[in-house]
């Protein structure tokens, strides 16, 4: 009886996708009822679409930690926003980036407590890096950090620049606490010590939990709201529900035709933001692979594609085609004019891709599709995993693209892991991919087109996907990590930008949105495009910048 | 005694089958456990942590046969490791800390599917023809060939959204402190409603069906007619001589039921967003925890095996054929 159930409810787990969206925009007929907490709601009540139920791990090296641990619970010395460009010193107050680039000092800001009331001193620093690199690793190039009264000096094998933003976007965390943990990596920390605004964990509940007011907090102006609660849901539906219904304040998972199944309830309330900060994805083609290795055909394949039918119906217009520079929205700032002056191969143009790839030796046969040199079909697989619905239309799209200059494209959809398994270790056509997302492009373009993260087919590597390796890029890439001057780190990113568009190591399709909705009706003061304070993320550095700026709606 | 200890016999060759096959069936999927927290992470895991994600996970790389003895003898010492998808917490405490909504939310609309339905397909044999009879199947059959999350989600949407008689999601309340106070279990109660109603309702038809076609069967019986001859009253028929008789198959499905509730009803758990294990199965097997998996396999596999049994026991009592043979 049961069994059949069971074998029925996997299968028709998928559709329950599709068929939320009919669920939701049915309900946008009816006023917006008012929430089970009351109408006066003092928490700000956030979803979290990805976590059935919820466990007390509050452990900020634990890859599984609960939400909010990272935005609410610690803090870093610096945090980067992408939305604006800015970086807003937090617990460092200001550093220095020594001239050769090898070491970096931080100065902390004075009087900032544990929620335990101990001092915030230089030895948590030092403290957090060694547990870091113990526990999850990461910052191979640091050679040493050493506190010394409220300086901190890091210290690195060579000169890497990136180095600022990731050793200060680190979470830190207690000395005094956790020297005492004996295995930090297994620990659940159920009553975390941080710095963070809201650290105090009340009413912990498998499906929701509350965060309330640090007693300490260093900042104490800025706790405007009570205090956070989370809300567990087993995935977007129910969390959109939520949202749609008034029950939560701040709706950061994807929602599908936002406009008519969240804002149109209550226009006057609610509103959503999406900058194109996130990382960007492109359509990667494996260059360890003929004919991929040409470059002329990667760009012929590249003007195939109509990147507005791929935004507009793909990513129902929640993102924006990209440029030829292959950089985000993010990297606005850094993109270089003379390279966006000169983009053509990522503009939508059949005739161009046609006439590229006829003198390329891919000539059409007399059925209209092209053929390789040796007469085979000029056909291939667009692989992308079965779960992402949108990415799965945007592969359907380039498809269709494709097939109007006359190359099969078969957009091949197993699950991720299958996808991903052919990606790391080569053995794949094309795919559709993200990008490394840092604060600066460094990281993203050592992935795109770096010799240094280039394996072979069947290595394994966890980027550059697609083995696009260049000598001429490895190189600005090493004179950037070298430098500390912005205006030479700017030229340095205008010439990388330039071997990225004439080689088109990949196919960039568009910038990854940052999703983010939410209602005024209990608290004010929101992030919007014409105040980029933060983005909307709840699991972004930037999450706390949002957090010590809401405040109540009534407190006018 | 001897029929119970063959019986043993063979539980104890499908228990070690089904452990096995837990064993294997994970391993068969692509990829490993870290690959898939980085893919689905995507941009915000650094390359360079997965090699001591994998250290902090003990990703096994030992020869299988190696892990299979080990597997073996951490199954028959209850140890069934830390769970990768919700790191470092243990895979006991994991379950044990949904199987109970689990077991709330299946075994009430179980047994509620259960009564109700064979009492209609009682009821419905006994008058052949009625209203109950010719009206009541069909409409069931109909409610229950629902794909069943729309019936969910309608019900979520009917008397959630629209109406409001019923909460949205969870199993309580937030922030209502758990505990036996009155409230706390209205309110648990009135949480569960929604949930168990469209199990309730998809399952039913299938067990009025199965009783009334069984019911037909015996009320044609020589000592139905009998009784009737004795003059006995038409509700003593009823229930102790033909339903009394109709009853095993569907003993049988009950056991058979019960063991697949722990197995969580990850639908309705989904669409209600219910606390249970169904979800964490799914959650497990997308993201490759074997541990999770494994543990949530052998808790199936146990709770079906030992329903099993105990069907097979009560067998014995309720059917003579079975002692004798």
């Not at chain 1, 807003?88 to 800001?109: H, M, N, Y």
């Not at chain 1, 929620?115 to 030092?126: I, K, L, T």
């Not at chain 1, 999406?274 to 991929?292: S, Y």
């Not at chain 2, 959204?161 to 505990?179: C, D, I, Q, Y």
Request: hydrophobic share 45%; net charge negative; glycine share 8%.
């Amino acid at each position: 009886m049961t069994h059949p159930r069971f074998l029925r409810s996997v299968r028709n787990a998928a559709a329950v996708l599709s068929l939320s969206v009919l669920v939701l925009t049915g309900c946008s007929a009816n006023p917006p009822s008012t929430s089970a907490d009351g109408p006066e709601r003092t928490l700000l009540t956030i979803p979290r679409e990805d976590m059935g139920t919820f466990v007390q791990n509050f452990n900020p090296f634990s890859p599984t930690v609960a939400p909010m641990t990272q935005q609410a619970i610690y803090e870093s010395m610096l945090i980067y926003n992408p939305a604006d460009g800015t970086t807003t010193p937090w617990l460092a107050t200001e550093w220095e980036v020594a001239e050769d680039g090898k070491s970096i000092v931080f100065t902390l800001r004075d009087g900032v407590t544990w929620s335990d009331g101990e001092p915030f001193v230089g030895e948590d620093v030092v403290n957090t890096f060694d547990l870091q690199r113990e526990i999850l690793g990461g910052y191979d190039y640091l050679d040493t950090v050493t506190a010394d009264g409220n300086t901190v000096t890091f210290t690195f094998t060579t000169p890497f620049s990136p180095a600022l933003f990731e050793v200060g976007q680190q979470i830190i965390v207690p000395e005094h606490v956790w020297s005492a943990i004996e295995d930090p990596s297994r620990e659940t920390n159920a009553v975390p010590v941080g710095t963070g605004p809201y650290t105090e964990v009340a009413q912990f509940q498998a499906q929701s939990f509350v965060l309330e007011k640090n007693p300490n907090y260093w900042q104490p102006e800025k706790q405007q709201i009570e205090g956070i609660r989370m809300l567990a849901f087993a995935g977007n539906d129910g969390a959109n529900l939520a949202a749609v219904n008034g029950d939560v304040d701040w709706a950061p998972q994807f929602m599908p035709n936002i406009e008519e199944t969240f804002i149109s309830k209550d226009p006057e309330n609610r509103d959503y933001w999406f900058p194109p900060t996130g990382a960007m994805i492109n359509w990667q083609l494996n260059t360890a692979k003929a004919p991929f290795d040409d470059v002329d055909v990667r760009k012929a394949l590249s003007m195939a594609v109509n990147r507005e039918q791929v935004t507009s119906i793909g990513m129902t217009g929640y993102t924006e085609p990209a440029d030829c520079t292959g950089l985000s929205g993010a990297y606005e700032n850094w993109k270089s004019d003379e390279v966006l002056a000169d983009c053509d191969w990522t503009e939508y143009n059949v005739d161009a891709a046609n006439a590229l790839l006829d003198e390329a030796g891919y000539a059409k046969g007399a059925d209209g599709m092209r053929t390789m040199e040796d007469g085979s079909p000029f056909a291939f697989d667009i692989s992308v995993g079965s779960a992402s619905s949108d990415w799965l239309s945007v592969a359907n799209v380039i498809s269709q693209n494709l097939a109007d200059v006359g190359i099969t494209a078969t957009v091949d959809a197993p699950d991720w892991a299958t996808v991903v398994s052919g990606y790391e270790l080569g053995e794949f056509d094309t795919g559709i991919v993200w990008s490394n997302a840092a604060p600066t492009p460094y990281q993203y373009f050592r992935g795109m087109m770096g010799t240094s993260t280039v394996e072979a087919v069947g290595e394994k590597t966890f980027e550059n996907y697609h083995r696009y390796g260049s000598e001429e890029a490895e190189q600005l890439l090493t004179d950037f990590a070298a430098s500390s001057d912005e205006a030479e780190q700017g030229e340095i990113v205008n010439q990388l930008q330039e071997v990225y568009s004439e080689n088109a190591p990949a196919v960039p399709l568009f910038p990854g949105p940052e999703w983010g909705a939410y209602t005024d009706v209990n608290f004010e003061g929101w992030p919007t495009e014409e105040n980029p304070y933060a983005t909307l993320s709840v699991r972004a550095p930037t999450t706390v910048l949002l957090l010590t700026s809401l405040k109540p709606a009534s407190a006018e | 005694m001897r029929f119970i200890l063959r019986r043993l016999g063979f539980y104890f060759i499908a228990f070690w089958a089904c452990i096995t096959l837990n064993f294997m069936l994970p391993r068969f999927m692509p990829g490993d456990p870290v690959s898939r927290m980085f893919a689905r992470s995507q941009d915000r895991m650094q390359p360079e942590q997965i090699d001591q994600l994998r250290r902090l996970f003990g990703v096994d790389d030992r020869p299988i046969w190696e892990q299979y003895i080990n597997y073996i003898g951490d199954v028959l010492t209850g140890q069934m490791g830390v769970s990768i998808s919700r790191f470092p917490t243990p895979v006991t405490e994991v379950i044990a800390s949904q199987i109970g909504w689990t077991i709330l939310l299946g075994g009430v609309s179980l047994i509620i599917a259960a009564v109700v339905g064979n009492l209609l397909g009682i009821l419905a044999a006994w008058r052949r023809g009625g209203l109950v009879d010719s009206g009541l199947p069909p409409l069931l059959i109909f409610i229950g060939s629902f794909p069943y999350f729309w019936l969910a989600m309608a019900a979520l949407y009917l008397f959630g959204v629209v109406l409001g008689w019923f909460p949205l999601r969870h199993a309580f309340t937030s922030g209502l402190e758990p505990g036996f106070t009155g409230e706390y279990l209205l309110d648990v109660a009135h949480h569960l409603v929604l949930p168990a109603l469209t199990i309730v309702l998809v399952s039913i038809g299938g067990w009025m069906l199965g009783m009334r076609n069984t019911m037909i069967a015996t009320n044609a019986e020589d000592y139905i007619i009998m009784a009737e001859a004795k003059g006995l009253k038409p509700g003593r028929i009823m229930f102790r001589y033909a339903a009394r008789n109709a009853m095993l198959p569907a003993v049988t499905s009950f056991g058979m039921s019960l063991g697949f509730v722990v197995g969580g009803a990850l639908l309705t758990e989904v669409v209600f967003a219910y606390p249970g294990v169904g979800y964490q199965l799914l959650a497990a097997v997308q993201g490759l925890d074997y541990p999770l998996m494994q543990g949530l396999f052998l808790t199936i596999t146990a709770a079906v095996l030992i329903a099993n049994f105990l069907v097979d026991i009560l067998y014995v009592r309720l059917d003579p054929r079975v002692r004798t043979s």
